[in-house]
């Protein structure tokens, strides 16, 4: 029997989204002189450029790239770069894992593509992404936050492609390295590396993605919040702190202080490194442990944010217990797998985490192991 650990980890937060606040968050923190004014304001525009301007800064976007802040979330980003941008080519949709699994069904049935090939792995593993047409438009995710499946490199992507290639990066972005030169659409939610609150989206094009924005109209019809372009030519308001619809000017001042937090520890390399010792730290506990797994079974292609966890020969009962046990301790909230996953456990390392919390977090996950399995022997 294990013995009930002593030292919980100081922050339970593990949510692979919304996830944890940076490290000495609070409320009273944040700026609230924007409150209860327009976002159409001098003061609302400023902050929304500001928010924009920064992201540039600590994510390292190159000029020949625009961001624009967005409804919806990254499914809102993601879901108007494809009903603005998709069918004046062949698209190929790469999907390993749910969300991935989502565009697919919004190409497929919804958009109903003419000329769509799906290009599928498994859950924990990766598609052979050299083998996907670059005169085709593809649609793929960075990083799989419900399989723990990340691309390595984009050296898949050649300079030459004809087609563009619009990559879901939300798990993706502030953690893992993106070549930008061969990404035309980037889409991401600061809720999820940067610990903001949920709602919005980033969405951020390369010159080619515009040029098809200006030279190409959809056959279906755009609804409100996803159109671009107006009389032909791009909406640049979009790209420097005007929104399509009303934001949440809570939530961005809470992506600012985010981003703020990211620029004083080091920027983008610091949170690199943060996510990197994080999951490195999960994967010594992995590595020592026998009733756990990584679903990612290839080192080179395994996440450093969204770490998800198999528990080969388990009842998919166990890891909800687990779950559910140490939540109700305070222990660690949301560690659950993603509904569609394979039954496991998925702990959040982003650069918002503490290392020290991970460490902790292994004997927890122990002992509940071993009161779960207890409990199921003697019932």
């Given at each position: 029997m294990i013995d009930r650990p002593n030292v919980p980890p100081a922050r339970a937060f593990f949510s692979s989204g919304p996830c944890a606040k940076r490290p000495g968050w609070t409320p009273?923190?944040?700026?609230?002189?924007?409150?209860?004014?327009?976002?159409?304001?001098?003061?609302?525009?400023?902050?929304?450029?500001?928010?924009?301007?920064?992201?540039?800064?600590?994510?390292?976007?190159?000029?020949?790239?625009?961001?624009?802040?967005?409804?919806?979330?990254?499914?809102?980003?993601?879901?108007?770069?494809?009903?603005?941008?998709?069918?004046?080519?062949?698209?190929?949709?790469?999907?390993?894992?749910?969300?991935?699994?989502?565009?697919?069904?919004?190409?497929?049935?919804?958009?109903?593509?003419?000329?769509?090939?799906?290009?599928?792995?498994?859950?924990?593993?990766?598609?052979?992404?050299?083998?996907?047409?670059?005169?085709?438009?593809?649609?793929?995710?960075?990083?799989?936050?419900?399989?723990?499946?990340?691309?390595?490199?984009?050296?898949?992507?050649?300079?030459?492609?004809?087609?563009?290639?619009?990559?879901?990066?939300?798990?993706?972005?502030?953690?893992?390295?993106?070549?930008?030169?061969?990404?035309?659409?980037v889409t991401y939610s600061w809720q999820k590396v940067l610990g903001g609150e949920g709602g919005h989206g980033v969405l951020i094009l390369g010159p080619r993605a515009v040029e098809r924005l200006e030279s190409y109209v959809p056959a279906w019809p755009l609804p409100k919040i996803f159109r671009l372009t107006s009389k032909g030519k791009l909406i640049a308001s979009i790209f420097e702190g005007e929104t399509i619809n009303t934001p949440s000017m809570l939530a961005v001042e809470d992506y600012i202080d985010a981003l703020t937090w990211a620029k004083s520890i080091g920027g983008l390399q610091e949170l690199y490194a943060r996510a990197d010792a994080n999951a490195a730290a999960l994967d010594r506990w992995v590595e020592a442990t026998p009733w756990v797994a990584h679903l990612a079974t290839e080192p080179g292609t395994r996440s450093n944010t969204s770490v998800c966890l198999s528990l080969p020969g388990a009842s998919p009962d166990v890891p909800k217990a687990i779950a559910s046990l140490l939540e109700k301790e305070g222990v660690a909230f949301d560690i659950g797998g993603y509904r569609d996953a394979p039954p496991g456990l998925r702990i959040w390392c982003g650069g918002t985490v503490e290392t020290a919390d991970i460490v902790a977090l292994g004997p927890w996950l122990d002992w509940a192991h071993a009161q779960v399995t207890q409990q199921a022997v003697a019932a």
């Open positions: 009273d923190q944040l700026k609230t002189d924007v409150l209860g004014r327009s976002h159409r304001s001098k003061l609302g525009k400023a902050r929304l450029k500001l928010a924009i301007d920064m992201t540039r800064e600590v994510l390292q976007v190159p000029d020949t790239h625009l961001i624009g802040i967005v409804p919806a979330s990254d499914t809102g980003a993601f879901e108007m770069a494809m009903w603005s941008m998709l069918g004046q080519r062949p698209v190929t949709m790469a999907a390993w894992e749910s969300f991935g699994e989502g565009w697919v069904t919004d190409a497929v049935k919804q958009l109903k593509l003419a000329d769509c090939t799906v290009v599928n792995a498994a859950y924990g593993e990766l598609p052979d992404l050299t083998r996907v047409p670059q005169s085709h438009d593809v649609c793929f995710t960075w990083n799989g936050t419900t399989s723990g499946v990340r691309v390595p490199n984009g050296d898949w992507i050649r300079d030459d492609r004809e087609g563009l290639m619009l990559c879901d990066a939300t798990s993706a972005v502030f953690a893992q390295e993106l070549p930008w030169a061969k990404l035309d659409v």
